[in-house]
C-alpha cells in the first residue's frame, strides 16, 4: 500500500496550491481519506477529510480557503488551498482511514510533502 503526496512548494502569502494523493495497493473507496499537517514545532492536526460518499469536514483554521476533493475511481485525493498564510506551512500528510469495527480502523499514511508559505 503506498500513498504518494505531490504539490507542495515554497509561496508567498496570497498564493494557492494543490496537494495530490496517488494512493494504490488496495481498494480505498470504503475509506475516508484526508490531509493533516504538522508545521514547526507544533503537534500534527486535522486538516481535511472526505468520505467516499463525498461528505466533508475542515479545521476551523482553514474553513474557506481549503477544499478537498477525491475520485474514487482513481484512489486520489486533492487538497487545494487557497489565500494561504503563513500558519499553513508545514508538512502535509495525506491519509486513509478504514472502519473495520471491533478490529479497530486501518490507517495510512504518506510521507508527506512540504509547504512553506512566506511573508
Given at each position: 500500500?503506498?500513498?504518494?503526496?505531490?504539490?507542495?512548494?515554497?509561496v508567498q502569502a496570497g498564493a494557492s496550491l494543490r496537494l495530490s494523493c496517488a494512493a494504490s495497493g488496495r481498494d480505498f473507496r470504503g475509506s475516508i481519506m484526508g490531509w493533516d499537517r504538522q508545521g514547526p514545532g507544533k503537534q500534527r492536526e486535522l486538516v481535511a477529510t472526505i468520505t467516499s460518499g463525498g461528505s466533508t469536514n475542515y479545521a476551523v483554521s482553514v474553513k474557506g480557503r481549503f477544499s478537498i476533493s477525491r475520485l474514487n475511481a482513481e484512489n486520489t485525493v486533492w487538497l487545494q488551498m487557497n489565500s494561504l498564510i503563513p500558519e499553513d506551512t508545514g508538512v502535509y500528510y495525506c491519509n486513509s482511514n478504514t472502519f473495520r469495527g471491533a478490529l479497530g480502523p486501518l490507517v495510512y499514511w504518506g510521507?508527506?510533502?512540504?509547504v512553506t508559505v512566506s511573508s
Amino acid at each position: 500500500v503506498q500513498l504518494v503526496e505531490s504539490g507542495g512548494g515554497l509561496v508567498q502569502a496570497g498564493a494557492s496550491l494543490r496537494l495530490s494523493c496517488a494512493a494504490s495497493g488496495r481498494d480505498f473507496r470504503g475509506s475516508i481519506m484526508g490531509w493533516d499537517r504538522q508545521g514547526p514545532g507544533k503537534q500534527r492536526e486535522l486538516v481535511a477529510t472526505i468520505t467516499s460518499g463525498g461528505s466533508t469536514n475542515y479545521a476551523v483554521s482553514v474553513k474557506g480557503r481549503f477544499s478537498i476533493s477525491r475520485l474514487n475511481a482513481e484512489n486520489t485525493v486533492w487538497l487545494q488551498m487557497n489565500s494561504l498564510i503563513p500558519e499553513d506551512t508545514g508538512v502535509y500528510y495525506c491519509n486513509s482511514n478504514t472502519f473495520r469495527g471491533a478490529l479497530g480502523p486501518l490507517v495510512y499514511w504518506g510521507q508527506g510533502t512540504q509547504v512553506t508559505v512566506s511573508s
